[in-house]
């Protein structure tokens, strides 16, 4: 019975609510109390802010638009037919979304014409980039749990094919494309990096807005107040994610039924390779241009960029650093995400609080919370301001709620009568927590590891922010050595990014070949 | 049956945990010992004191110019990077009083105000300040910093682009809106850009507060282009310097064309770039003890270092910037090339403190967007 675990439910939850109370909810607060003014309110109506949000709005329904139309033929493909490279592609095109947005900035900057460079355009094609994998996922999965014998009823009385998606297969995945819908309009609208890379001075979002607000006016009531109207849209759109988010992470549950069959006729096959083919050369396109980058120079090619990426002992540090920190937030983020998890999902509803307090590092905004991480932790024994702590606290804060969900649905949809039949054969609580449950969501966790490490390896906003003298991360590297002149530089900075493209394709590796597939 | 295995599967778990753990732990450990802030003093060592110097990103000083300095005193120093200049006044605004470092590098004329109003430094008369540049001086009242260097944001131009097509380089901010030089200026953006900033003052020094937005109507309809930061207009939009843009007009410093020259192989004959001396818009940039630092006396030992010749004599080649000091030498190579205004355009640092805002927002809304 998961009763059996209530009580130990209460123990899981202090980590998680020491973690987020000490660093998030206390230097928001405080840095609330400290700086803001009543009188900044004013800010919200000026044409200023309208023209911000405006386009930070507008960008990110079109990026969603798109995304969906895009991700629905490779959905399509994927989750009905059974071709070589199947597996194959469904990885290749998760890579994107775990890639560090410094990454994704500089290959697009290479890739576009010059002409569309610092343009709108620029922003949704990255943002698309960025997202299509993850809604192909989620709607993929989806559609493989459709039963077929839906649809071959629906043929049977006479329904076109055309028909047929619109009124069975397309209702039928109506909440994985409103939840996938609300997950990359939330990315989109908080997008950052993206924007300042390859927006030019005249697109801001409300993201951006807040760091100039706060950084270059010196004004940072204001971008207080900015940030607090980003939160209470965040806010709200993440409370309706969750509430129809039941699918997101659900590619680990198995489907019951295998609808997935061999192509059939010449067209079907013609559909499935020239999908298959644009969207391969969709994701590797800007990927390789990173990588011509890193041994090019002038007009020839030139190794010598890996040369002294592999001999500089700056770089080197780096690199160490940024493993470092990696390793620290696997352990650190899969304890509380999954400590979390357990608690919410075993103490039934008391802990759903949680749920929203371990969200809150993705609503606030990163400028903000980097404030009152400065202002907060200044006095003794605590004045972490300085240490090399700061930046992996950072890393596992913005890791915690992606490990959360990547755990929690498989716990939720562990059937109980396994347990009972534990405890009815007497196993301990804990006998039967780690012969059942931890062997189950094992998969579901080195997901979560994976991604985590991701998450560490690319991070680049809150690190600027809190970067100090001997800890220089890769995609800070990167930031930095892009912009110093000189070509052999510059392919360093590429090398740098290649390594991390290397990085990211191997997790997306080791996620789909032991997480997703349990070796039965 | 499946016991044994299932046994060995958690042994595996549990041992990777304890790995990560140890793994973690060792971190701190290595850590722990390197990073003494400062703000703790190191009570194993109390002797020894480490200054931590906070300064913009772009500071880069030769990599062992403080070596004369811990020598002669004892004194270590550390650098600590903070953002750019903004991001560096706007933190120590906030930790004004229970500072992050001891000193701070790279406040300039523009943001002055913002830091002193916010009441960052302690005022220390440096030993040198007789010697440093005497209109610098002027703008701090009570010695809250004193000028390190200075440096003049002007127009710099291809002269080979304007040489081969037998066009006249512009030689004022006027001549930038003729039709003559349409599609040819770009602009580091004055929002994310300090030298971007400082040309948008030149325009304000030069139009008046009255007729400054006008006049980047006009330069916007002439085909003005705006980028985010220096690096990207100087070296990758413009046609004079190592990239491949094709603007052979650029807002950059004075101090540019010296650069060109020095550090290109093989040395070119003449000067690839020039500079419209009508143009320039004075820069000064400031260092000061962070007020609430608990080494004060260590500090303002650094800041009379910071403003000596020894240091000074270090900036030109760089930072590409004039030493505040006036009897710091300077590189010949640095003088050849480089351009001193007499009269660069300026404007008081309280009249830019009271508008800067509402300036930024009309140029936001009239010009870029």
């Known amino acids: 019975m998961i009763n059996a675990y209530r009580h130990t439910s209460k123990w899981l939850v202090v980590a998680p609510i020491v973690v987020m109370l000490l660093f998030v909810v206390a230097p928001v607060l405080n840095i609330f109390s400290m700086a803001i003014q009543i009188d900044s309110f004013a800010l919200l109506t000026t044409p200023t802010t309208r023209n911000v949000v405006w386009f930070t709005t507008w960008q990110a329904i079109i990026s969603t638009i798109v995304v969906l139309f895009l991700a629905m033929p490779i959905a399509a493909i994927t989750a009905n037919f059974d071709f070589f490279g199947r597996r194959m592609l469904i990885s290749l095109i998760s890579v994107p979304f775990i890639l560090p947005t410094v990454v994704v900035g500089v290959a697009f900057l290479e890739l576009l014409p010059t002409s569309i460079h610092r343009s709108a355009l620029a922003i949704i094609i990255a943002h698309i980039y960025f997202n299509f994998g993850l809604v192909v996922r989620i709607i993929s999965t989806r559609w493989q749990q459709i039963h077929p014998h839906l649809e071959d009823a629906a043929r049977t009385l006479g329904a076109s094919r055309t028909r047929l998606f619109l009124t069975v297969t397309l209702p039928l995945l109506k909440k994985s494309l409103r939840s996938a819908g609300l997950l990359v309009f939330l990315m989109c609208f908080t997008s950052y990096g993206v924007v300042r890379i390859l927006g030019g001075p005249a697109r801001s979002t409300i993201e951006t807005e807040i760091y100039f607000r706060a950084m270059q006016l010196g004004d940072v009531s204001g971008a207080l107040v900015l940030s607090i109207s980003q939160l209470v849209v965040v806010g709200v759109l993440i409370l ?90 696997i352990a650190v983020s899969t304890t509380i995400g999954l400590f979390s998890a357990c608690a919410i999902i075993y103490g039934s509803t008391r802990y759903r609080f949680l749920n929203i307090l371990t969200t809150l590092p993705v609503v606030v905004s990163a400028v903000t919370l980097g404030l009152g991480l400065i202002i907060t932790f200044d006095v003794n024994p605590i004045d972490w301001r300085g240490a090399w702590l700061m930046m992996p606290i950072a890393h596992c804060l913005v890791a915690i709620p992606i490990v959360m969900r990547i755990i929690s649905p498989t716990i939720r949809d562990l059937p109980n009568g396994l347990r009972d039949a534990s405890q009815t054969l007497g196993a301990t609580t804990w006998k039967m927590w780690r012969t059942i449950d931890l062997r189950i969501i094992q998969p579901a966790l080195l997901t979560a590891a994976a991604v985590a490490c991701a998450v560490s390896l690319g991070e680049f906003g809150a690190s600027s922010f809190l970067v100090r003298r001997n800890n220089e991360t890769l995609p800070l590297m990167i930031s930095r050595l892009l912009s110093r002149p000189g070509e052999t530089i510059q392919a360093q900075a590429y090398a740098i990014a290649t390594l991390l493209i290397v990085a990211c394709v191997a997790i997306i590796g080791v996620v789909d070949y032991f997480g997703t597939e349990k070796h039965r | 049956m499946n016991q044994k295995k299932l046994k060995h599967d958690f042994k595996n778990i ?139 944001v002007c127009l710099n131009y291809d002269v080979k682009w304007f040489a081969d097509r037998e066009i006249a380089p512009p030689l004022t901010l006027r001549a930038l809106t003729s039709a003559n ?82 550090y290109a192989s093989p040395k070119p004959a003449t000067a690839p770039t020039a500079v419209a001396a009508l143009t320039c818009y004075r820069q000064v940039e400031f260092a000061g003890v962070l007020r609430g630092t608990k ?63 509402t300036w930024l927002d009309t140029f936001t809304n009239k010009v870029l967007r």
């Open chain 1, 240 to 329: 309706l994610t969750t509430q129809f988010g039941t699918t997101n992470s659900a590619e680990f549950r198995q489907t019951i039924y295998s609808r997935i069959r061999r192509p059939q006729n010449f067209g079907q096959k013609l559909f499935i390779a020239s999908i298959a083919l644009i969207s391969t050369v969709a994701v590797l396109a800007p990927l390789v241009s990173v990588v011509r980058r890193s041994i090019l120079v002038g007009e020839r090619t030139n190794f010598f960029a890996w040369h002294i990426i592999f001999t500089d002992p700056e770089i080197f540090k780096s690199l160490t650093t940024s493993l470092k920190y990696a390793v620290f937030t």
């Open chain 2, 14 to 152: 549990f041992l990777c945990a304890a790995l990560l753990g140890s793994l973690a732990s060792a971190c701190t450990n290595s850590s722990s010992t390197d990073n003494s802030s400062t703000n703790q003093a190191d009570p194993t060592n109390s002797d020894q004191v480490t200054l931590t110097l906070l300064a913009y990103d772009s500071f880069t000083p030769s990599k062992n110019i403080f070596d004369a300095f811990t020598l002669e005193t004892g004194v270590k120093v550390e650098i600590a990077l903070g953002g750019d200049a903004g991001e560096l006044v706007t933190k120590a605004a906030l930790t004004a009083g229970n500072p992050q470092g001891d000193v701070l590098w790279g406040v300039d004329n523009t943001m002055l105000s913002r830091a002193i109003e916010a009441k960052i430094f302690s005022a220390y008369q440096t030993k040198n300040i007789n010697d440093l540049d005497e209109s610098a001086r002027k703008l701090i009242s009570n010695f809250e910093v004193a000028p390190v260097d200075t440096g003049d």
């Open chain 2, 181 to 262: 030089y349409a599609n040819l200026l770009v602009v580091p953006s004055p929002i994310t850009s300090s030298p971007g900033l400082a040309f948008m003052l030149a325009t304000i020094a030069e139009f008046g507060e009255d007729g400054w937005s006008e006049y980047w109507q006009q330069l916007k309809q002439n085909g003005v282009l705006i980028v985010d930061g220096w690096n990207e207009a100087y070296y990758t939009e413009f046609s004079g310097s190592s990239g491949k843009g094709d603007r052979p007009i650029v807002v950059s410093y004075g101090s540019s064309p010296p650069a060109e020259m020095i």
């Open chain 2, 295 to 357: 080494h004060q006396r260590e500090a303002e030992m650094l800041v009379d270092y910071l403003t000596s010749i020894a240091f000074q004599q270090d900036l030109p080649l760089t930072l590409f910037v004039y030493p505040a000091n006036t009897k710091a030498k300077l590189p010949a190579e640095f003088l050849k090339y480089s351009l001193r205004p007499e009269l660069p355009l300026q404007i008081d640092p309280e009249l830019i403190a009271k508008n800067r805002t």
